[in-house]
């Protein structure tokens, strides 16, 4: 039963990170997209002035113009949706807003710089190489989401179950039956965020390098999708242990011999 509320406690972090823009919550995303060293080659994109002079100085005054226009330096992306910030003269990031939840969203990273875009003429494209993958983005993506969804939910049914299997192996065997379902709904939820951010980080850094764009993966998030994933296979296993060696006989104490009180016997002759 440990095992399966330390998995519900970091599977429901896990879920809200990103939900809203205070604290705790809003540094818990999976994926972050920097545009605070973005180039001259994403706004043109592979011809017109980057084609003919690049420069530092030309650079510099992009990133100069884009946070004038509020055009935030990074992107965070989580379950429900992402939020947006800007980065200080001396790194420190700050972030100003989320988006609102929305269920089985999924991460569009052309959609969004369209979106924070649309007030102002300046266009950023990126390579086909990031946006073929789109499809299969958001198949991942809306997986991944109901895998967390099933896990927590089942997760919380064999807590409940777990209350009635004292001194029963027919209750620890559901409890451990609706436990196993939880944990491989969680090990599924963790393998697709894992692999599918990954190889989104990967595909951006790979092809995007002379524009300026660097992707990360947040290593506070995966270990907490992680650790879920180990705390229900945990519980589990103690489950089977319970079903295996646990006893289901009950402890008794001896029964006391019942006091019994000589009856009175009146004097002879009475």
Request: net charge negative.
């Amino acid at each position: 039963m440990i095992g399966n509320l330390a998995a519900i406690i970091l599977t429901l972090v896990v879920i809200l990170g990103g939900v809203r823009n205070v604290n705790v919550l809003r540094d818990l995303y999976f994926f972050k997209l920097d545009l605070s060293h973005i180039t001259s080659k994403a706004l043109v994109g592979e011809t017109g002035l980057s084609s003919i002079v690049s420069t530092s100085l030309i650079d510099s005054a992009i990133q100069d113009t884009l946070s004038a226009l509020n055009i935030s330096d990074f992107y965070t992306a989580a379950l429900w949706g992402y939020c947006e910030g800007g980065v200080s003269s001396n790194n420190a990031t700050n972030v100003t807003s989320c988006s609102h939840p929305e269920a089985l969203w999924w991460l569009d990273v052309q959609k969004i710089l369209d979106e924070s875009l649309s007030s102002t003429s300046v266009n950023i494209t990126l390579p086909s190489e990031l946006t073929d993958y789109n499809p299969t983005i958001e198949a991942a993506s809306k997986a991944m989401f109901i895998c967390y969804l099933v896990s927590i939910i089942v997760l919380f049914l064999g807590l409940i179950a777990g209350g009635f299997a004292f001194h029963s192996r027919g209750g620890s065997c559901c409890a451990g039956i609706i436990t196993l379902v939880g944990a491989i709904a969680s090990v599924l939820a963790s393998g697709i965020a894992t692999g599918l951010y990954i190889v989104i980080r990967n595909t951006i850094n790979n092809n995007t390098s002379e524009y300026g764009l660097v992707a990360s993966v947040n290593s506070t998030m995966m270990g907490l999708t992680w650790g879920a994933t180990v705390a229900a296979i945990w519980g589990f296993v103690w489950w089977i242990l319970t079903i295996c060696c646990g006893s289901t006989r009950k402890s008794y104490e001896p029964e006391k011999e019942p006091f019994i009180q000589t009856a009175y016997a009146p004097p002879h002759g009475y």
